[in-house]
Structure formats: C-alpha cells, structure tokens
C-alpha cells in the first residue's frame, strides 16, 4: 500500500490490486476507483450517503432514509422510497404507490389512478401551457370493474 498525505488534509492510497482510495477531508468525502472501472462515493458531511458510478453510465445513490435513486444512460430515472413507492422519470413521471395506485405527470396533465377504478385528472394544460381543464373525476359506475 502507498499512502500520500497532503498539506490540504486530503490522503491517497493505493491499494494492492490498483484500488484507489482517496479522502477530501475538506469535502468529508471517500471517492474509491476500483480496477473494474466502479467507483464510489461516500459522503460523511451533513448526512450520509454513497454513490456508485458503473462504467455503463448508471449511478445508483443511497440516502440516509434509504431512498435509493438510480440514474441510467438512456436518461431513465427511478427513485426506491422505504415505503414501496417508486417514481419512474423519463419522458413523463409515473409514481407507482406502495398501496398499488399510480399517478402519472406529463407537461400536458397529472392523473391519479385510484385501487378502485376512479381516475382523478388534474391541471390539464395545451402546448403553450394554458389550463383546458381544472379537475375531472372519473368514477366507474357501479359494477363495472377497471383494469389498470
């Protein structure tokens, strides 16, 4: 292992098998570059998280709640709350809730789609982002049933 210590507090070492480890002391940070190109990131400062970069482009980031939020090359990003929620951004954001209901965002309208069929359209907006319509409720009449 060398160790190189520098005047600002920060401190690189290489590792047996050319692992980089390197602590910004000033940042409060570990920045670790493996050999198989992944590299991770370990905050310490105002609250704890640890990023992870793959040589494909995806970063995955823990928070310190446990939200995981993954970033990918295609430009998809989807976020892993505690609770079972999942936000899903790429053109639009879909938010699939624990309890199985979905919402849905696009720059045109946002749509909550509830367990028992009823859809509920809020803001939705034409091109130059003028309000068409406020709120709408659909509800499924009685004994017809919804497949979402």
């Not at 060398?2 to 920060?10: A, E, L, P, V, W």
């Not at 090359?73 to 309890?99: H, M, Q, R, W, Y």
Request: net charge negative; aromatic share 12%.
């Amino acid at each position: 292992m060398i160790t190189i210590s520098f005047c600002n507090g920060d401190v690189k070492k290489i590792m047996p098998g050319h692992r980089v480890i390197y602590y910004y002391a000033d940042a409060q940070m570990i920045h670790t570059a493996n050999p198989d190109g992944l590299e991770v990131l370990q905050t310490f400062y105002i609250f704890f998280s640890t990023e992870k970069r793959y040589t494909d482009g995806t970063q995955e980031i823990v928070f310190p709640d446990h939200t995981v939020k993954c970033l990918y090359s295609d430009g998809l990003k989807e976020t892993f709350f505690p609770d079972g929620t999942v936000v899903n951004i790429e053109k639009g954001k879909l938010v699939f809730f624990s309890d199985g209901q979905r919402e849905i965002h696009t720059a045109q309208l946002r749509r909550r789609e509830y367990l028992d069929g009823t859809v509920k359209t809020v803001q939705i907006k034409d091109e130059e982002g003028s309000l068409i319509l406020d709120e709408k409720w659909l509800i499924p009449a009685e004994g017809c049933t919804v497949h979402m």
